[in-house]
């Protein structure tokens, strides 16, 4: 048999392997979604809980636990890499030096104090670097992304569900309130902008604050809003970086892992090439809502393999930490513009 033969037999062997928990997680996913459009809760909370919610149906099923893996950890580093079609130099030269300032400032400040306040609590450095790189860049999105390359640990699936799940409800909370205490402070639409672009974790979140308060308003956040999701690849390449000097490095199957995770290059090529009008405007909506849909999908397969029991026994002080967190992000923002 030749080579090409074997390689497609085996390609075929894996897609059977696959196909039934991906699909799960496909289906629970367009329902995640159809609920959101429906009732306005945001589409990755719902996906969570659905993943959650249907783990009775499928514990103990052995013909979906590679299927759940799959669409949990590829699916997921997939769409992330697929982001980076929606950041391109424009992006950055459209607002200025300022808003890239803002932005940088708040990642750095709040990880370093993520790291003390973490400590002081009592929790450790992974949910730190978690919470901190959700809150500050762009959250759920981010807490995929980070996760995938931080060193696995037997509450690594835990600690992401309860990051999606937090982040996401503080967000949900911050596109209500935010323009209200904006609006309350006097802040004119310019600082508005930022204001909401700088803090509000999840872009849909970001899009419904801004242009509740004005199309000006919703267009400027949201252009802000896409320089903190560019943040995301050097983060997550810095972090990879840094994990083997501290000793920290994960290792699958015994192997280090690539210094560069291919899911960053992947974002960082198509950022480039948005960049550099490579991809056309129609293809980047393709690309952004592919990217969509596949952590919609890949957060369903999180939830999955979560631990209900150890989520519900999540101590008190992580949410105190990522509440913190939340509340020191626009603290820092509201002041930086006052001055």
Known sequence: MSQAALAARRVVRRAAELWPGVLICLLAALSAQFLSSHYGAPAMLIALLLGLALQSAVRGADRVTAGLGFAARDLLRLGVGLLGARISLEVFLSLGAEAIWLVVASILGLLAFSLVFSRLLGRGWRLAVLTGGAVSICGASAAVAIAAVLPRSEHSDRDLSFTVFSVTLLSTVAMVAYPILGAALGLPDSAMALFLGATIHDVAQVVGAGFSVSEPVG?????????????????????????????AAPREGGARPPILPWFVVLFAAMAAAASFGVIPEPVQAMLWQGSRWLLLTAIVGVGLRTDLGGLLSMPPTALVLIVVQTVLLAAFALAWLAG
């Open 219 to 247: 267009e400027t956040a949201t252009t802000v809003k896409l320089i903190r999701v560019a943040m995301l690849a050097p983060f997550v390449m810095l972090l990879s970086l840094a994990l083997p000097l501290f000793g």
